[in-house]
């Protein structure tokens, strides 16, 4: 109900100094906080005990979206909102106002952020998947100011496990440059209205002539962790935007191909059953998308 | 704002409670503030059965800012156990002796084993998080046919089994005339076209209210106790907190705030922390306040409809029911809880499953059984969910036999004249079941939904429509409550005049959001012609108000506002005889002085008018010159009890589309027809039937108490354990065929209390209608998108 | 016990305290401020809504806050709607649709509605619903509070 004593809170300007705050303490006694949507459930819950909170909303430069050549840079502090209402997101980026829109509740999107989802890795999360879908690259940067890359299907491991070094902050994600033929979307189901997800399907593909030519799928709400589908990804490559026994198809083989567990919303059949349904849906709207249709959910 | 002051019954008027809610200044429990006031904060069993070895609660003590921590063994001596009269049915029944903290034994996970009192609650959390508690675990029994079977490990200390209660609500009183009893209803089966026989499991949920419970005892040499409490039911709590302390009643006190955040019977039994918080608050000489956690409330209350029923139907292939049979077996838990010690929801679930129908004759059982989870509370829907559920359920399996529409069916075996007694002796006053009936049918238009539904299925896609109905209590008359509840029935209201014309009404039942300040003001301002602005009411404070057995079963529509006006009546009389002597009126009669528009008028010359705050004042400021026999003074208490228990009827239809593929599916249309008598209020009424409706739906689709193979809960927070949202309701249409109840003077009924009931199984209706092609026939709450979809796969492979 | 001073306008009120760094927003408002038309019913998961309150304009749950984050920060609570006791269309549209039961979740519905209905003027009653997800009613059943809304909008819009 109310967190375990804490004994500071900072809130830095630069990243360095982040940085520095988290150096001042032993490893886990002192942790950033974003948006605290998922961070402040486990303080109050006394699960996650912080001797000193490192607020990140004044640090200059971890917030905002940028469209370039390079391609799509998002700061890690962008808040699902701003991602909601963000009207360049769409076509090959679409997946992303799909899941944003989506997420929780309007309160916590006005908080939540790209980052902590991503850091944190719930299992029932919606940007891990969706930053996997996307191809998307991780930023971090270290302590001595040094920075490493690494793709977002390397970063996300299990619930609740990344491959973030304790000295390091997420600082940037990013994500390649929209093709001209390329869509990709997101969907979830969940007992209620835009629940935390039982499975949340993501598709990004590129199509010619309506046809795929290349495929990613990643599917979240797993217990192994959010994970790509490649058999299904192979399958796609291919098949016309109208072949919905093709479309089927992959998603039948995603569903075999990805191991599912059963829990308090749905067993482990059912889960597949979503990846299938879910994963048809998804792909009609990339589909739509790559040919230049903006139909959002 | 609409109305006269000829018609505030009847009205839209915006509700009184609304301008402080709506800007921040109600005053709920967790609001009010006393001068040194503490905090207390419980620790709770990690087990759901074991034997505490040992309780270490010297690191707690030491924290600075502890005032106090108290386990079981400190306080059993002090505190009297339970069960106490006043909270204790007479009913028989095995009555589980408890104290509020556990004592050498856990029954259930979360169950309080100790508790600090500390300056502050995050101490009091801080401290409560060191206590040491060491465990020797016991088997855990965690369903009624495993407490039941032969070798089960007995949870209560001294009991012979595991049954709280049982009863044949038939065959009469002893062993041979229920066994005479069941072999005639036996003879009906035998000879019955058709006989239905299936298993229909209702799951643990309820109706957790958006405030938690909370209480802030205060004691003063002098004054005693005085507690405020989050209670439908102050006048109980009183009498039972002085057994148990062993105060006085005169020095107790008990107040439920003005604001409480949705009560549902949830707030309506004696439970057990409030009981410590007070003891505490005498021997500590501090006022101490609780606010329960969203936590501990899902772990400890709210958890109700955990019933098996057994379900046989006898009807002929013309569709009429000739007999059912029910052996009904509820999940009690621990049944420590006063008043309702967890089976009298499963008992009055009995009383209520033959529903609005007309059965020749029933053979109908109940076992409760006691295992190791919370004790059922009580829900609004009180206990007849399931079985509604059941008999909803089973009318449309008997339709689908006779090859006949499931609505004529239950047409046809609707109970047609009232009054009616039923085969489980409910007595039915009034109304006209059929006129409601029919209204349903013009707005459902079946035959136009039969065709889309054909145009639909011929494209793959899958209508239902369904349909279920509802008698529900309005009010619990004495008749009814002094066997179950060992409380009166009547409601009681007592109206005082002010010099100025306005009026106060007491009132002491505790209401939690269903608007009885704005619909007895306006019951109050019809009767004397003033405005309902004039009228000041207050409830469930037992030092002002006359005693209530609390805001449980729909009374204040029936009990409370009834007690009001007849209040009202009788100050009314005293003021026309008054001013008939002050006028030298000698022939005139009460009745021929009528209360309007802010006068009292004499009919027969209507030149002859006070305003009405001139009569009043007259008495109450200017008691000379009284006819003989009269004194000043303008108050009156009523105590208003129907010579029978009254009802109220409700039928409802809904249309879904279901998606084969997943299971999903989606409520088209919602709309109901409703018997509530004379509205005085017809928002509020809505509102009742919107709320009610979407508690039904939610605990249908969503909500689930689950508790794993060793007693772990595991829904206790709104993350596990759902609530519909917004986006997942559909709006409600609700439509009225009254019948003015003949037993109230207004002829207003009480409703809403057991609206949710056949919900699940009008919902349930529908979506097997869907799935006609596949004849899936759902049994089994809740109703989940995975189960269904696995039926559907299953019958698809059959086929 | 760690504290640290912070300065927080409450509806346009600036005060200064010192707090534990552990407190709460909701608890800071509520204890501190003595504000207490924000209320709470989760222990600690934020899925309720009732906590709802406005930060620098925007819905958040103040719940899922400590306080220290809103240092330098403006908070508007269901007392702040109110501009000199003159009742907000949405608040009066609470009441002429009987929007409310108990009202306990009333306050952190009206924080988050105010929000929605100026970024979202002309909503349909989809969207209303969509954007009521944050916040829990358990009297209500939702449609009285659904044409609460679209009257506001009606109004103002
Ligand atoms: C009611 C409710 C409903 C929700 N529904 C959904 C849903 O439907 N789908 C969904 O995906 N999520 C949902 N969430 C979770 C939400 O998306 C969280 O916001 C998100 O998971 C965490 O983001 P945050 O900014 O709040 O991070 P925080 O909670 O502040 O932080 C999370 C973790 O990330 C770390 N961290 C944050 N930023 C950085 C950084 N830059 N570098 C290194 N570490 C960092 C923190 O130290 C912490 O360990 C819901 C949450 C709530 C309360
Ligand atoms: S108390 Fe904050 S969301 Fe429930
Ligand atoms: S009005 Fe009671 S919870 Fe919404």
Redesign the interface.
């Known amino acids: 109900?109310?967190?375990?004593?804490?004994?500071?809170?900072v809130?830095p300007a630069t990243v360095a100094d982040a940085l520095a705050a988290l150096g001042r303490y032993e490893e886990g006694d002192a942790v950033f906080?974003a948006g605290?949507?998922s961070l402040?459930?486990?303080v109050?819950?006394r699960l996650v005990r912080p001797r000193c909170?490192i607020?990140l909303?004044a640090v200059d430069g971890l917030s905002g979206i940028e469209v370039g050549a390079e391609g799509l840079r998002i700061g890690p502090m962008t808040r699902y909102?701003e991602i909601a209402r963000d009207a360049r997101l769409g076509g090959a980026w679409g997946a992303l106002g799909d899941a944003a829109r989506r997420v929780?509740?309007?309160?916590?999107r006005?908080?939540g952020t790209v980052g902590g989802s991503l850091c944190w890795n719930y299992v029932a999360a919606c940007m891990p998947p969706t930053a996997i879908g996307l191809g998307a690259t991780l930023e971090l940067t270290a302590a001595d100011g040094s920075t490493r890359s690494m793709a977002a299907e390397d970063f996300l491991g299990g619930p609740l496990e990344t491959a973030r070094e304790e000295n390091e902050i997420l600082t940037a994600i990013t994500i390649p440059p929209a093709g001209a033929n390329a869509g990709s979307a997101y969907k979830k189901w969940g007992l209620v209205?835009?629940a935390l997800p039982v499975i949340g399907v993501c598709i990004a593909l590129e199509a010619e002539g309506g046809r795929c030519t290349a495929a990613r799928v990643a599917v979240g709400g797993l217990a192994g962790g959010p994970q790509r589908a490649g058999a299904a990804e192979a399958a796609l490559a291919g098949v016309a935007a109208d072949d919905d026994a093709g479309i089927a198809a992959a998603m039948d083989a995603a569903a075999r191909e990805i191991e599912t567990q059963g829990d308090l919303w749905a067993d482990s059949d059912y889960r597949k059953q979503l990846i299938r349904s879910l994963g048809a849906d998804v792909a009609a709207s990339a589909f739509g998308r790559a040919a230049g249709e903006e139909a959002g959910q | 704002m609409s109305g006269t002051s000829e018609g505030w019954v009847g009205t839209e008027f915006?509700?009184k409670?609304?301008?402080r809610?709506?800007?921040?200044?109600?005053?709920?429990l967790?609001?009010l503030v006393v001068p040194g006031m503490v905090h207390i904060v419980f620790r709770r069993s990690d087990h759901a059965h074991a034997r505490i070895a040992r309780i270490d609660v010297s690191a707690a003590k030491a924290m600075p800012g502890v005032i106090a921590v108290v386990t079981g063994d400190d306080i059993k001596d002090e505190i009297l156990p339970m069960p106490q009269p006043v909270v204790q049915p007479a009913l028989p029944a095995n009555y589980p002796r408890h104290w509020p903290l556990a004592v050498g034994r856990v029954k259930w996970h979360g169950e309080p084993v100790a508790a600090v009192v500390a300056r502050d609650p995050?101490i009091a959390e801080d401290a409560a998080e060191t206590i040491e508690v060491e465990y020797d675990p016991l088997p855990y029994v965690g369903d009624p046919e495993s407490a039941l079977a032969d070798g089960a490990t007995i949870i209560h200390e001294g009991w012979e089994d595991n049954v709280i209660f049982q009863m044949d609500f038939t065959g009469g009183a002893d062993a041979d005339s229920q066994k005479a009893h069941e072999a005639e209803v036996q003879k009906v089966f035998d000879g019955a076209d058709i006989v239905i026989k299936e298993r229909f499991t209702c799951h643990r949920c309820g109706?957790?209210?958006?405030?938690?419970r909370g209480a802030l005892f205060d004691w003063d040499e002098s004054d005693g106790m005085t507690g405020w409490l989050t209670t439908q039911r102050p006048h109980i709590d009183r009498l039972a907190l002085s057994d148990i302390l062993d105060i006085p009643a005169e020095k107790l006190r008990i107040i439920a705030p003005r604001?409480?955040?949705?009560g549902?019977g949830v707030k309506a039994p004696f439970y057990r922390e409030p009981m410590l918080i007070a003891y505490l608050a005498r021997k500590l000489g501090r006022p101490i306040r609780w606010?329960e956690?969203?936590?501990?409330h899902l772990m400890a209350v709210s958890q109700e409809r955990d019933q098996i029923h057994d379900l046989e139907v006898a009807a002929s292939k013309d569709g009429t029911l000739l007999a059912i049979r029910d052996r009904g077996l509820a999940d009690c838990g621990d049944g420590c809880e006063g008043v309702y010690w967890g089976f009298l929801m499963p008992f009055l679930g009995a009383v209520e499953l033959p529903n609005a129908y007309h059965w020749p004759i029933g053979d109908i059982k109940v076992k409760v059984a006691i295992t190791n989870k919370s004790a059922l509370s009580p829900a609004r829907a009180f206990g007849e969910l399931p079985t509604r559920f059941a008999m909803e359920r089973a009318i449309d399996m008997v339709a689908r036999r006779c090859g006949m529409e499931p609505a004529d069916v239950r047409r046809k075996n609707l109970v047609a004249e009232l009054p009616y007694t039923s085969i489980t002796n409910e007595y039915f006053d009034s109304g006209d079941f059929i006129k409601v009936w029919d209204n349903l049918m013009a707005e459902a238009d079946l035959p136009g939904f039969r065709a889309r539904q054909a145009a639909a299925r011929a494209e793959g896609r899958y209508l239902g429509i369904g349909f279920g109905l509802g008698v529900e209590l309005s009010g619990v008359a004495s008749e009814l409550f002094v066997p179950m509840e060992n409380q009166p029935g009547y409601g009681a209201a007592t109206v005082r005049l002010d010099p100025r014309g306005k009026v106060l009404v007491f009132e002491g039942d505790a209401p939690?959001?269903?608007?009885h300040e704005t619909t007895v003001a306006q019951a109050v301002a019809h009767s004397f012609g003033i405005h309902p602005n004039d009228i000041i009411v207050t409830t469930g404070d037992t030092g002002t108000t006359p005693f209530g057995s609390g805001t449980v079963g729909a009374r204040a529509g029936s009990y409370f506002v009834s007690a009001a006006v007849q209040a009202c009546e009788v100050l009314k009389e005293k003021i026309a005889r008054i001013m008939a002597h002050d006028l030298e009126l000698a022939d005139a009669a009460p009745a021929d002085f009528s209360f309007a528009d802010g006068f009292v008028t004499y009919e027969k010359d209507t030149n002859i008018k006070k305003t009405f705050r001139e009569a009043v004042e007259r008495i109450i400021m200017a008691p000379i010159n009284l006819p003989a026999g009269e004194s000043g003074g303008l108050e009156h208490t009523a105590f208003f009890e129907a010579e029978k228990p009254m009802i109220a009827f409700n039928a409802d239809v809904c249309t879904v589309e279901v998606d084969i593929e997943t299971g999903q599916f989606k409520i088209l249309s919602w709309t109901t027809s409703e018997d509530v008598g004379q509205i005085i209020n017809p928002?509020?009424v809505?509102?009742q039937m919107?709320?009610?409706?979407?508690?039904g739906l939610s605990n249908t689709m969503f909500e689930e108490f689950v508790y794993d193979e060793n007693g772990q809960q595991l829904t206790?927070?709104?993350?596990t354990y759902k609530?519909a949202?917004?986006?997942d309701?559909p709006?409600?249409k609700v439509t009225h065929a009254p019948t003015p109840c003949p037993y109230t003077p207004l002829g207003s009924r009480g409703i809403g209390e057991g609206r949710p009931s056949d919900v699940p199984g009008t919902l349930c209706n529908a979506i097997c209608d869907a799935l006609e092609p596949f004849g899936i026939e759902i049994t089994e709450l809740p109703l989940r998108p995975d189960s269904l979809w696995r039926q559907i796969q299953a019958a698809r492979g059959a086929s | 016990?760690?504290t640290?001073t912070i300065t927080v306008t409450i509806n346009g009120e600036t005060i200064e305290e010192t707090v534990?760094?552990?407190?709460?927003l909701v608890d800071f408002i509520?204890e501190r401020a003595g504000?207490?038309?924000?209320?709470?019913?989760?222990?600690?998961?934020?899925?309720?809504?009732?906590c709802?309150v406005q930060?620098d304009g925007?819905?958040?749950?103040s719940?899922?806050?400590?306080a220290?984050?809103a240092?330098g920060h403006a908070i508007t609570?269901?007392?702040g709607?109110?501009e000199g006791g003159t009742?907000s269309p949405l608040?009066r549209a609470?009441?002429?649709q009987?929007a409310?039961?108990?009202?306990?979740?009333?306050?952190g519905i009206?924080m988050?509605m105010d929000?929605?209905l100026r970024e979202n003027p002309d909503p349909s009653?989809?969207e209303?619903?969509?954007?009521?997800?944050?916040?829990?009613?358990?009297?209500?059943?939702?449609?009285?509070?659904?044409d609460a809304v679209r009257q506001a909008a009606k109004e103002t819009g």
């Open positions: 109900m109310y967190p375990a004593p804490i004994d500071e809170y809130r906080i605290g949507q402040m459930q486990a109050k819950a909170l607020d909303q909102a929780g509740d309007r309160q916590v006005n908080r209205t835009d | 915006h509700r409670e609304d301008h809610l709506t800007t921040g200044r109600g005053r709920f967790a609001d995050y109706v957790t209210p958006m405030e938690t604001d409480q955040g949705g549902f606010i956690s969203r936590q501990e939690g959001g269903q608007g928002q509020i809505e509102g919107q709320g009610a409706i979407v508690q206790a927070d709104f993350e609530l949202t917004a986006a309701v709006d409600i | 016990m760690s640290t534990p760094v552990r407190m709460l509520r504000l207490t038309g924000t209320h709470i019913g989760c222990t600690y998961e934020g899925v309720c809504g009732a709802t930060l925007e819905a958040v749950k719940c899922l806050m400590v220290a984050q240092d609570t269901v007392e709607l109110a009742l608040q609470f009441n002429e009987h409310l039961q108990c009202g306990y979740c009333t306050p009206l988050n929000e929605f009653d989809e209303i619903r969509h954007g009521l997800v944050g916040n829990l009613c358990r009297c209500t059943g939702y449609a009285h509070i659904v």
